[in-house]
């Protein structure tokens, strides 16, 4: 069982940066991949980013890649990311989720994914 919560959610002005984190428990960190995810109203989850295990390897969905960062600290059992250069359509509610083995296949499909934090909302205004 993992527990996932996140903080760092609010409002910013477009161009503005954020920064999330997500703080896990009750599971080996490290041998658990963690991903970013954001819904915003009338629309399906998405994923966001990604990381891996060792060696940390991370992806990213096409709308934010050059923008924002994905980032893991195990000795902390975090993960955040750094949001730059936010647009209004990065508008959603963000959701820190995380995938114990056996894991599964890509990255961005919310069913690989059995455990998900409470959500955190963003706000870009123009």
């Known amino acids: 069982q993992v527990r996932l919560v996140e903080s760092g959610g609010g409002s910013v002005q477009a161009g503005g940066s954020l920064t999330l984190s997500c703080v896990a428990s009750g599971y080996t960190y490290d041998r658990v991949r963690m991903a970013w995810f954001r819904q915003a109203p009338g629309k399906e989850r998405e994923g966001v980013a990604f990381i891996s295990t060792y060696p940390s390897i991370s992806n990213y969905a096409d709308s934010v890649k050059g923008r924002f960062t994905i980032i893991r600290d195990n000795a902390k059992n975090t993960v955040s990311l750094q949001m730059n250069s936010l647009e209004p359509e990065d508008t959603a509610m963000y959701y820190c989720?995380?995938?114990?083995?056996?894991?599964?296949?890509?990255?961005?499909?919310?069913?690989?994914?059995?455990?998900w934090g409470q959500g955190t909302q963003v706000t870009v205004s123009s």
């Open positions: 989720a995380a995938d114990t083995p056996p894991y599964g296949d890509l990255w961005h499909v919310r069913e690989n994914y059995s455990y």
